[in-house]
């Protein structure tokens, strides 16, 4: 008992934090629901592809956090501050690097998505928010640090006051209240980009208060540099199954968007409750990632796979909970998000039901995947996440999705193909850690 102790002691503050930031994209969307139809359209998959463009180099950058877990199951402080220092030398170098991806977004935009106004409203999003990738790596390397030396608590808190600050902005930014200028999607990137910069100052200000990182603030000693290329030859795996894992599901939302406006609307306001679930099981395997890291770099492999597994337990615990109260509830969560008209709003309902009930169905399966997957990378084993990712997702799903959508081109049937797909995972994963292969791997 005390061991499943031990892990909600860690993973409780981390999952909060991961399910505050999906109650800020639910408000989000449910702010612009109201501003117009066309950004909710133009949301998900504008977030999708910055995510993307992002998604590698923050988990490169978050990478850090599991050689600070390790060193700090050796007891090695010297190496955590090190660590520290390397991911955020890669986070301030992966910032400057994002402005070449931005001219992407807009032929990605303009080839695939219809419609000029919601073309138009994803260009905005996504410039905005890839331009400000720095603030997020910045804050990804000290939350880093934070996590892998166990004192998640300060990595909640100071979540919780950007996020506040984020809902605060939203409406005054959107609807353009106490004079300020009516920006609408303009306004929810300008004030996520924002709140994380508040985030990242905190953060990097009490990350100077721990004594394993006092010293010189940038200092690159040759300690740092071999850090930084070991982070590299984990992290680009690991920042590749980020990018994998997002660019199937974005390809997947872009096939979703040839069924109907509609359809695409109750399809994207379903996916933001989804993630008001998935996000605590990325809580969850930070915190599993965090303690296999620690149990590895006191060379206690044992406990390291026993941890793994603990947290599965308790992932899909709370996964079966939430998921029963989403089907209990969706009908005042689509309400959130149906238009105003009443032939609209009862068609958004039907299908919003049928796609709630699909989602419960997988969430036990994805909750599994992405917590044994954190358990993984947190071992060092960040190669066969990102290959098996690309088979299942590339190989696998995404030739099904397109066959799907050629031969019986609705939503359910779409949705039924991503129920295969993280069982999928969720099996060649489990198979993976129970196996043991991870024990050969030596970080440290």
Known sequence: MKSYLDILRLAWPLALGMMNNAILQFTDRAFLARESMASLEAVLPASMLAYIALGFFQSIVAYSGTFVAQYHGARNPVMCRASYHAGLCLALVSGALMVAVLPLGDLVFETFSSGAEVIARQKTYYNICTAGGVCLFGQMAAQAFFTGLGKTRIVLWVNILGNALNVALDPILIFGLFGCPKLGIAGAAYATVFATAVQWIILTVAARRVKVVSGSWLAVSDANQSLIFRILRYGIPSGAYAVLNSLSFTIFVFFTGSVGHVEQAVSNAAFTVCY?????????????????????????????????????????????????????????????????????????????????????????????????????????????????????????????????????????????????????????????????????????
Do not use: Y
């Open 276 to 444: 008001l679930l998935f996000a605590p099981m990325e809580g969850f395997a930070l915190g599993a990632a965090t303690l296999v890291g620690h149990a590895r770099g006191r060379g206690d492999d044992a406990e390291a796979r026993r941890t793994g597994l603990r947290a599965v337990l308790l992932g899909c615990a709370f996964a079966a909970f939430a998921s029963l109260a989403v089907v209990v509830l969706r009908h005042p969560l689509l309400a959130l998000f149906a238009p105003s008209e009443p032939s609209t709003a009862a068609q958004f309902h039907e299908i919003g039901s049928v796609l709630f009930l699909m989602m419960a169905t997988w969430q036990l399966f994805d909750a599994s995947d992405v917590i044994i997957c954190g358990a993984l990378k947190g071992a060092g084993d960040t190669k066969f996440v990102m290959w098996w990712m690309l088979l299942v997702a590339f190989v696998i799903w995404l030739p099904l999705v397109w066959l799907v959508h050629a031969v019986h081109n609705t939503m359910t049937a779409l949705w039924g193909t991503m129920i295969f797909f993280v069982v999928v995972l969720c099996i060649g994963s489990l198979v993976r850690w129970c196996g043991g292969a991870w024990r050969k791997i030596r970080m440290i």
